[in-house]
C-alpha cells in the first residue's frame, strides 16, 4: 500500500461527526445475512452483498452504514484473499474516519484496527504499527482493561511486530492477548490461534521446545468438547491446520483436518 510509515492521528481525531445522516440500510438484518453465508462457507456470497449495500449505503449519502460495511469488507478480504479488494475497503474506511473524525471514538479506533490488521495482511506491517499504538490507546482511555476488544488489538499487533523482526514485542503481545481472552466466555477458538501464533513465532526464534509446547497446547483448546462445530471453529480450524501441518506434527493435522469435514457436513 501507498501509505507512508508516520501516522498522524491528528488527520483522524478532533470533534466527530455527530450530525444525523440518512440510514439506508437495515445493518442488523444485514449482519444476521452475512454471517449466515459465511456459516455456509459462501464467501462470494457475503462480498457481493457487502458491495452492493455498500454502493446504495453511499449513494443515499449514509457514511455510518458505509463504514460499517467497509470495516466488514476488511475482513471478508483477508478471508477471500482479494487483496486490491482489501485496500480499496483499507483505503476508503480511512477516508470516511478521517472525514468525520472518529479516530478517537471507540467505532472509529475499532475500524482503524480492521484497517491496520488489513494493512499487515497486505504486506504493509511497519505502516500498521503506529495505527495499533493509536487504537491502543484510544482503547485504553475509554475500555474496561479486560474488554475482549484488546484481545484481537494484541493478537494482530504481536503479528506486525513479528513480521518487522520484533520477536521480544511479539511474543510480549500475545501474551497479553491470551490474558484478556481466558476472561471471555468461549475463548476456546480464539486461545489456540494464539498459541498457534506462537508456535510460529517460536519456529523463527529456533526454540524448538517452545514450539512443540505451544502446538499442543493449541491442539487442546481445538478438540475440547466446549468447542461447537460452528462456522467459526470451521474458520479457526482452516487458521490452524496449515501450522500444524507445515511444523511437522501430521497426526494433529490428520484429526483436525477430520474435525473441518465434520464442521462442513454439519453446515
Not at 455456509?40 to 454502493?55: M, Y
Amino acid at each position: 500500500m501507498d501509505r507512508k510509515c508516520c501516522f498522524d492521528a491528528s488527520q483522524y481525531t478532533g470533534f466527530p461527526d455527530t450530525l444525523p445522516c440518512p440510514t439506508a440500510v437495515d445493518i442488523p438484518n444485514v449482519i444476521a445475512e452475512l454471517d449466515a453465508l459465511l456459516n455456509r462457507n459462501d464467501l462470494i456470497g457475503g462480498a457481493k452483498l457487502l458491495d452492493l449495500l455498500v454502493s446504495r449505503a453511499y449513494e443515499a449519502g449514509d457514511w455510518r452504514t458505509e463504514l460499517t460495511l467497509q470495516s466488514e469488507l476488511m475482513g471478508l478480504h483477508r478471508r477471500t484473499g482479494d487483496k486490491k479488494a482489501a485496500e480499496n475497503a483499507v483505503e476508503r474506511g480511512l477516508e470516511l474516519i478521517r472525514l468525520h473524525r472518529m479516530g478517537g471514538t471507540v467505532s472509529g479506533a475499532t475500524v482503524m484496527l480492521n484497517a491496520a490488521t488489513t494493512m499487515k495482511f497486505l504486506g504493509s506491517s511497519a505502516e500498521a504499527l503506529p495505527i495499533f499504538r493509536h487504537v491502543s490507546r484510544v482503547y485504553s482511555e475509554h475500555l474496561d482493561a479486560h474488554d475482549y476488544r484488546f484481545a484481537g488489538l494484541y493478537n494482530n499487533m504481536a503479528l506486525a511486530y513479528q513480521d518487522t523482526g520484533d520477536y521480544e514485542s511479539a511474543e510480549k503481545h500475545f501474551f497479553k492477548a491470551l490474558s484478556i481472552i481466558r476472561f471471555c466466555n468461549a475463548p476456546e477458538n480464539d486461545t489456540a490461534v494464539t498459541w498457534c501464533n506462537l508456535a510460529e513465532l517460536y519456529e523463527l526464534t529456533g526454540d524448538s521446545a517452545k514450539v512443540e509446547d505451544a502446538i499442543d497446547r493449541a491442539y487442546e483448546y481445538l478438540t475440547v468438547p466446549e468447542v461447537e462445530n460452528d462456522g467459526y471453529h470451521a474458520f479457526t480450524l482452516s487458521k490452524c491446520i496449515p501450522t500444524f501441518d507445515r511444523l511437522g506434527f501430521f497426526v494433529y493435522t490428520g484429526e483436525l483436518k477430520k474435525r473441518l469435514e465434520a464442521c462442513h457436513e454439519g453446515t
